[in-house]
Each structure stands twice: as C-alpha cells, then as structure tokens.
C-alpha cells in the first residue's frame, strides 16, 4: 500500500511538472525568416524644358542637362522610363530624347502622366527604380532556452537576407521576381552585383556599407 501511495506521489508531481512547463506561452510557426529587406519604389523627375528658338530638335543645353540629371542619379540597370507632354510635343523631338537615353544603355518605356501637366512644349522624364533597405540583424531578443517549440530565432534568416538585398542587380525582382528569358546576363547587372560583393569583402564595417548603400540607391 506504501509503494502504491508512492508511485501515485510521483505520477502527481510528474503531471504537475509537465502542466507547469505547458504553461508558458508559446505558439509554433513555420520556418521562415522572421526578418526581411524592405523594397520600395520611388520615382525621380526631370523636365526637359521647350527650346528657345521653338524648334523640335534638342539644343546642346538639353542635351547637357539631361545627361546630368541621368548621372546625378546614376540611371541605369532595372530604372524604367517614361516620358510625360508627348501629345504636345513633336515626334522628332520625342525620338531624339529617346536616342539619347538609348545611347546611355537606357529605354523609354512608354508615355505616362504621373504629376502635373507639363508647361506647354515641355516633356518631363520620369525615371522609376526600385531600392532596398537591408534588415537590421541586430534583434536577439529571445532564447534559445525558453524556446520550447523550437521555433526559429528572432535573427533566423537576416544575414542571407541581407546580404541578398546587397548583391541584388534590380531590387524589384525581390518583388515580383523574374522568369529567366535565356538571354545573356547584363554587364549592368553582374556588375552592379559585383561591387557591393566587393564592398562586403572590404572589411564589411558600417562605411564600407554605406557606400554599397548608396550606390545601390543612386546617391
């Protein structure tokens, strides 16, 4: 009858052991990185204003100051293109606009009004891109030894992320993605991708960083 008492004693407190652990709050999830790359969408312009002498054909000035305004911003792989005031303005200027940006490695990708109507034989060039913002991977707030469900960590995935969000050519593929089309690779691309591997590898420190950031976001 002792041992009996004894036993059930232990089944007790066993279960008293196994309720206290099961009281603590904790709901599974699926695997996935909790921490991801912040992707937006930002539209730069620039007005390409009428020519004194009123004739269709771009002066040197324009010329100028359009090629300033596209290496200000260093336009290029992944930008889009539009052009806004073309119903006013002369078929001949519009091509020698497009012209010039193709000659840069650059598409007019079509005719769209985003803003106010330009002043009359005016165009205004909008240039779309796409920038990221790295995760933060400094967030270890939870513990392993409270992680009962073994659910992933607060940081679970941040560093590939991360660095995915540096190396990416056009960071709207992490959007949408992209269907392979079997051309070649762009030199844009794998070039772009190439320095900000290379800008990592330098040391990888807060400045190294910045300036991978930076460029990846035209500053």
């Given at each position: 009858m002792i041992h009996k008492i004894a036993r059930l004693g232990m089944i007790s407190g066993s279960l008293l052991g196994l309720a206290a652990c099961g009281?603590?709050?904790?709901?599974?999830?699926?695997?996935?990185a909790p921490v991801r790359a912040e992707v937006?969408?930002?539209?730069?312009?620039?007005?390409?204003?009428?020519e004194s002498d009123g004739t269709a054909t771009p002066s040197n000035v324009t010329y100028v100051a359009?090629?300033?305004?596209?290496?200000?911003i260093k336009a290029g792989y992944g930008d889009r293109l539009f052009l806004d005031g073309a119903a006013a303005a002369s078929p001949d200027r519009i091509g020698a606009i497009a012209d010039f940006v193709r000659a840069r490695g650059l598409e007019v990708q079509g005719f769209a009004a985003f803003g106010a109507t330009p002043a009359s034989g005016d165009l205004v060039l909008y240039v779309e891109r796409h920038v990221v913002t790295p995760p933060s991977c400094n967030n270890w707030v939870d513990t392993k030894s409270d992680n009962q469900f073994n659910n992933t960590s607060s940081g679970f995935g941040c560093a590939t992320?991360?660095?995915?969000?540096?190396?990416?050519?056009?960071?709207a593929d992490l959007v949408g993605g992209?269907?392979?089309?079997?051309?070649?690779p762009n030199p844009q691309a794998t070039g772009r991708a190439k320095t900000h591997q290379q800008a990592a590898?330098?040391?990888?420190?807060?400045?190294?960083?910045s300036r991978a950031l930076n460029s990846l976001f035209g500053n």
């Open positions: 009281g603590q709050e904790q709901v599974p999830h699926a695997i996935d937006q969408m930002v539209r730069l312009t620039h007005v390409i204003n009428a359009l090629g300033a305004f596209l290496d200000g992320n991360a660095n995915l969000a540096l190396m990416v050519a056009d960071p992209r269907k392979p089309d079997g051309a070649q590898a330098d040391g990888g420190n807060n400045t190294t960083v």
